[in-house]
């Protein structure tokens, strides 16, 4: 029964770590570019519905009292944090499913999270736990082979 066991696990550790890192970068992706959309209009680009609406970005009339009432950030103005996290919900989760600057975003991502935790929702730990493990992944681990930072490295290896 140990050999069958110890045979299963060293099956496991042959994961690629490519394979994993793909699946966490459009996962954790998919979660902050969707809520990213929810703070703006104007742009709405949604592969699983279908939703496809190109134009100019901008915050969503919701956005702001959002920002004053629920998310209260302490300082930084209701306006600037909206605005931020809007254009942080949509570049760095566009830059980690290209696997491009992928360590960079991931920390970005990964600062948002710990905000959110600490001064948004902190009865949300078992969700921010989730993004922080593959955040911390991403970060530690890096994109994969499936990514342009793989392409870059290789390229300028020399």
């Known amino acids: 029964m140990n050999a069958l066991i110890a045979a299963f696990i060293q099956r496991l550790e042959k994961i690629p770590h490519s394979l994993i890192a793909f699946i966490a970068r459009f996962s954790i992706a998919a979660v902050f570019w969707k809520s990213g959309q929810t703070k703006i209009e104007g742009l709405a680009i949604d592969l699983f519905d279908g939703r496809f609406q190109i134009g100019l970005p901008h915050l969503a009339d919701s956005t702001i009292p959002l920002f004053q009432s629920e998310y209260a950030l302490p300082l930084l103005s209701p306006e600037l944090a909206a605005h931020l996290a809007a254009t942080a919900e949509h570049v760095f989760p566009v830059l980690i499913l ?39 992944y991403l970060t530690a681990r890096g994109p994969g082979v499936l990514s342009l930072d793989h392409l870059i490295a290789r390229r300028y290896a020399h």
Not at 98 to 108: D, K, V
């Open 98 to 136: 290209l696997g491009l600057a992928t360590r960079f975003s991931a920390l970005a991502l990964l600062g948002m999270t710990l905000t959110i935790q600490l001064f948004v929702y902190p009865d949300a730990y078992p969700t921010h736990g989730t993004w922080a493990a593959v955040l911390l």
